[in-house]
């Protein structure tokens, strides 16, 4: 999971993590870092910087949650090697 400041201001943050299996994790960040990576052993379904909405002064609250879209079922991956038939 990547975090990114996207101004001036720097706020110590939390970041909630849900994984696949249902469970959460809190993260502490202290914002000084415009970027910061978080690697887990488990799969993720949602980011949520500031759950809890404890930062006011952040200008744009709706970007501050992300789910993680689906894997295609395999039925719907295209095959590389498949050639389309002429019409």
């Known amino acids: 999971v990547w975090v990114q400041r996207k101004r001036d201001g720097?706020?110590?943050?939390?970041?909630?993590?849900?994984?696949?299996?249902?469970?959460?994790?809190?993260?502490?960040?202290?914002?000084?870092?415009?970027?910061?990576?978080?690697?887990?052993?488990?799969?993720?379904?949602?980011?949520?910087?500031?759950?809890e909405n404890k930062v006011w002064l952040d200008v744009n609250r709706l970007n501050n949650r992300r789910v993680a879209e689906p894997d295609p079922v395999p039925d719907q991956v295209p095959d590389p090697d498949r050639v389309p038939e002429p019409a």
């Open 10 to 51: 720097y706020f110590p943050q939390t970041l909630r993590i849900r994984f696949a299996d249902g469970t959460t994790e809190d993260i502490a960040w202290d914002g000084r870092d415009e970027w910061k990576k978080v690697v887990f052993d488990k799969q993720v379904v949602e980011a949520y910087l500031d759950p």
